[in-house]
């Protein structure tokens, strides 16, 4: 592992940067930097000859960095007020157990499908956020019961199939339920944990054996990587958070809504290229 890492410096800056981002946007967002570091780490490492597993391996390493960058956020974002801790409360356990679901998903099948899907539906959650009206709403709170259950597992079934936070659902379903944006994102930030470590965790039994991995994985989580990557975008979270309560909140929105354009045509040219 050391040779590799001192033979591929381009791979290590390449981390760097991808860890300051990652941050940054997790802060600013609340959505865990996966939009960013999945794409990055599947490139580099097909790039080096890992094309075999770079997706899984993208996946797992990015689930679990969302794991340190999604606490610190949501700690500086609770220290703004911004945290509803009843619904991570609520929430968490059905996120958990689709978290769980989706990691073992990935591990049987490709996703094309999936990340088609996720794509298109992205692309119109996205346009609501850039066009939409500020006071638009589905409902006047969070669905509870039945519908708290299904929502929770999918938001983590797709999430831990795609390596990201919930972030990028879970700011769509708070603020189509009346909540306001900034607790939309701060809330978020905490479903980024309930979907990262049980992932992780998953992907390390999967992964376990599985040829044709990068040197340092355990599993499908390729350790350096996970490492550089997350010390920078925890030192970078908190920047991120006072970036977000420093922006006007339909502008917020707005930016949001662009982030999510560009995970969406990624998901779906990925899923057109198989």
Known sequence: MIDFLASQWQFILILFAAGLFAGLIAGMFGIGGGAVIVPLLYFLLTGLDYAE??????????LATIIATSTRSVIAHHRHGAVDIR?????????????FGGMFL??????RLLAGLFGVMAILVALQFIFGRGNFRLADDLPTGLPRAGLGGLIGTLSGLMGIGGGTFGIALMTFSGRPIHQAIGTAAGF??????????????VGAGVDLRPPGSLGYVNLPAFLIISILSVTMAPI???LAHKLDGQLLKRLFGMLLVIVAIRMISASIAG
């Open 192 to 205: 980024g944990v309930a979907i990262g470590l049980p992932g992780a965790i998953m992907a390390v039994f």
């Open 53 to 62: 597993t770079a997706q899984h391996v993208a996946v797992a390493t990015s």
């Open 240 to 242: 991120g958070v006072k």
């Open 106 to 111: 990935a591990s049987l099948m490709s996703g």
């Open 87 to 99: 619904v991570l409360r609520q929430w968490a356990p059905w996120i958990v157990l689709g978290a």
